[in-house]
């Protein structure tokens, strides 16, 4: 997202996003105050409660501000065959979020628990391509984000 600040900037100031809890805050991603008074903070990958947080490196550090935020889920949707023959290559569309070349669709055995995965492709587009297993059975479409390798949406294909 994109964060606009004003005020102090030294090369060791920062504005970050943390989980929010009492105490100092618990930074995951931050960017320096140098740049521009407007940049892009990449954000956590789980839902939740979170603070921006402008933090100056003084001795010690002090939160100079502080913007609460919820983070969610995005809507994601997949659309895809509900039904391959074993062996086939098959699309998947997807949309709901930008694409980004580390999340990942993969298809893993209906109930498995992570990692087993079959295949998988990364989001570098919309369109993504994966290869059913020659086993026929009950699979599942996973979209994953790769921070965490957390499952966002998924949905049923029967591979005959």
Known sequence: MTVTW??????????GIAPKAEGFPAITFYFETTGPEQQALRLPS??????IVFVATTDPWTVLDRTSITL???DLSLKAPSQVAA???FAVLWN???PNPADYIALARAGDDLPHLVSYAHTESHLTRLTAPEEAGAYELR?????GDRI???QPIIVD
């Open 87 to 89: 062996g086939q290559d």
């Open 152 to 154: 966002v949406t998924a």
């Open 46 to 51: 789980q839902p939740g409660d979170y603070e």
């Open 96 to 98: 709901g979020i930008a």
């Open 6 to 15: 004003q005020g102090r900037g030294s090369e060791k100031d920062f504005i």
């Open 72 to 74: 969610s889920d995005p």
């Open 143 to 147: 979209f994953f984000y790769a921070e």
